[in-house]
């Protein structure tokens, strides 16, 4: 009788070893190494990757799929994949638990199965009734959208030879298996494969994809990181389940850039496209407040303002706390530092704290100037006129206010929702001055800026 071999294998990052090992060496992770079944060639037949019947042929011959997308019904849905579905693409889409991945999922499948032809949603975490009595609180109901509960992958492709669709959904990866492999479903040889199997068939059929996936504790996806690299475009779902708002976010794609994003509202109906996302987010901005302020951001081809919030509090005891909500704390101490250093505002025995209103996450450098401003405006009790003015710009470590990019679109969409006076850097005033009603401030220093707001 042959020696049944054996491996560890860490169920985080697919680190493989002989032996068992407390610590995975390749992420560092504590007790993620699992032992799995070493099968044989002669039992293991693997699926090839991908089907390709056709032969090499010149870049210049090759038709271009630019134009091959279809719609999903939702337009922040296509403005994160960059313009729509694409034949063959498979798509991750991951979230923290209640974040709504699957009402989104259910709500782009009814639409493009009304529009498009047949679309097969398969979950493997619930029955065919509790998918209907999602569906029928969100009015997706379409005709050809046809739903299955099952977790054998090759059952699954058995389906959709049989019912050719436009369009397939699979909730989740972490709970598909394949009979080939002896380890457990969500383990990383039963994902790895899983995945394998369903990029081949919606490769060599150009059926596109949708895979959920779960998230760990931290936030990350979870599985092997080598899924990531597999699938054409990954999505991220992030927000608050306590808060009305969700973001839909590119982390990878193929197809289109990285940098848009969708902004939803969730409802009793499902999510709610926003489509002026600027307008939500300030719909409770107090008109005169300390520590309050307007900043703006560019993601994607889209300019976003959000209002910032910031509260200065002696410390009581120890060391002062920095508390950083949507902003990077390395970002945020480095502005106070500067207001320290440059200004000579005393904080070194203050709590702060910041926030972004709304649940948005800033990334780039356009917020600081607003940062330090709403800080300053807390700590000397001065309230700053939030319906009136905005601040925008990249404080340096020289306490210099740099230029920014984009900084055009965003001072056109302030002038759009009726802000009166921009606080911009000196070296774009002259440009944006002639190109807007807005009444501009140019400020070269920290120190102008913060002249403004004095009483």
């Not at 390749?26 to 039992?43: A, F, L, P, R």
Request: glycine share 8%.
């Amino acid at each position: 009788m042959a020696k049944i071999k054996s491996k560890f294998l860490c169920q985080s990052c697919g680190y493989e070893t002989p032996k068992w090992l407390g610590r995975c060496p390749g992420c560092e992770q504590w007790n993620t190494m699992e032992e799995e079944i070493i099968q044989s060639k002669k039992e293991f037949n693997r699926s090839p990757v991908m089907v390709s019947r056709t032969k090499p042929q010149s870049i210049q011959m090759v038709q271009s799929g630019a134009h091959n997308r279809f719609d999903t019904g939702i337009k922040e849905l296509n403005r994160v994949l960059g313009g729509g579905l694409v034949k063959g693409a498979l798509t991750l889409i991951s979230g923290e638990p209640g974040i709504g991945k699957s009402t989104l999922i259910l709500q782009a499948s009814s639409a493009v199965a009304e529009k498009h032809g047949r679309v097969l949603y398969v979950s493997g975490e619930e029955s065919e009734e509790q998918i209907k009595m999602r569906a029928e609180r969100l009015n997706a109901l379409a005709k050809d959208l046809y739903v299955v509960s099952e977790t054998n992958v090759d059952v699954i492709e058995k389906y959709i030879e049989e019912y050719q669709p436009v369009f397939v959904i699979i909730d989740s990866i972490q709970t598909l298996f394949k009979e080939d492999l002896s380890s457990a479903p969500g383990s990383v040889s039963q994902v790895k494969e899983c995945a394998n199997n369903l990029m081949r068939i919606g490769k060599s059929q150009n059926i596109p994809m949708f895979i959920v996936a779960h998230v760990t504790k931290q936030g990350e996806l979870a599985g092997p990181r080598v899924l990531e690299h597999m699938v054409d475009t990954v999505l991220h779902f992030e927000g608050e389940r306590t808060q009305e708002f969700r973001i839909l976010r590119a982390l990878k794609n193929r197809f289109g850039t990285t940098s848009e994003i969708g902004v939803f509202e969730m409802k009793e109906e499902g999510l709610i496209q926003v489509e002026n996302p600027s307008a939500i987010f300030l719909e409770s901005l107090t008109p005169q407040a300390e520590g309050a302020i307007v900043v703006a951001i560019v993601e994607g081809t889209r300019p976003l303002l959000v209002e910032i919030q910031a509260l200065v509090t002696p410390a009581n005891a120890g060391f002062p706390r920095r508390t950083a909500v949507g902003i990077d704390l390395n970002r945020l101490n480095l502005i106070i530092a500067v207001l320290e250093k440059k200004v000579g505002l005393p904080l070194m025995n203050q709590d702060i704290y910041v926030s972004v209103v709304g649940g948005l996450k800033l990334e780039g450098t356009s917020a600081d100037l607003g940062i330090a401003m709403a800080i300053y405006s807390s700590m000397r009790g001065v309230a700053i006129s939030s319906r009136d003015l905005i601040a925008l710009g990249e404080v340096s470590l020289t306490g210099e206010i740099r230029a920014i990019g984009h900084l055009e679109k965003m001072v056109k969409e302030a002038e759009k929702l009726g802000f009166a006076c921009g606080v911009i850097p000196g070296r774009s005033s002259a440009k944006i001055k002639g190109n807007t009603s807005m009444r501009i401030e140019g400020v070269s220093t920290l120190k102008e800026a913060l002249n403004l707001i004095m009483p």
